[in-house]
């Protein structure tokens, strides 16, 4: 079965940086399209940044210039690079997958991992 693990997060002042890491199993990795989605407390999830099959990239206009996705389709593996932290970041960060079979869409989740920015 399909499992997205994320790892990196962690307890960080404004302006510092973290990496995000998703690990995929269980799909042909290089086929889905792949983001990082985020909720914080009283919030619904958003966004965060998208990375295509071809590697084309979105980004919320709120991390634009300060965060990166990316994916090494070797290691089946999709990153976020987070600088320039904001409280606002605080959220849940949460790493998705979204593959296309049989002209349905399928969605994946990871648990998510906690991003905390506080001085």
């Known amino acids: 079965q399909v499992q997205l693990v994320e790892s990196g997060g962690g307890l960080v002042q404004p302006g510092g940086s973290l990496r995000l890491s998703c690990a995929a199993s269980?799909?042909?990795?290089?086929?889905?399209?792949m983001s990082w989605y985020r909720q914080a407390p009283g919030k619904q999830r958003e966004l965060v940044a998208a990375i295509t099959r071809t590697s084309s990239t979105n980004y919320a206009d709120s991390v634009k210039g300060r965060f990166t996705i990316s994916r090494d389709n070797a290691k089946n593996t999709v990153y976020l690079q987070m600088n320039s932290l904001k409280p606002e970041d605080t959220a849940v960060y949460y790493c998705?997958?979204?593959?296309?079979?049989?002209?349905?869409?399928?969605?994946?989740w990871g648990q998510g991992t906690q991003v905390t920015v506080s001085s």
């Open positions: 269980g799909v042909i990795f290089s086929t889905c399209a």
């Open positions: 998705n997958a979204a593959r296309r079979w049989d002209g349905r869409t399928y969605d994946y």
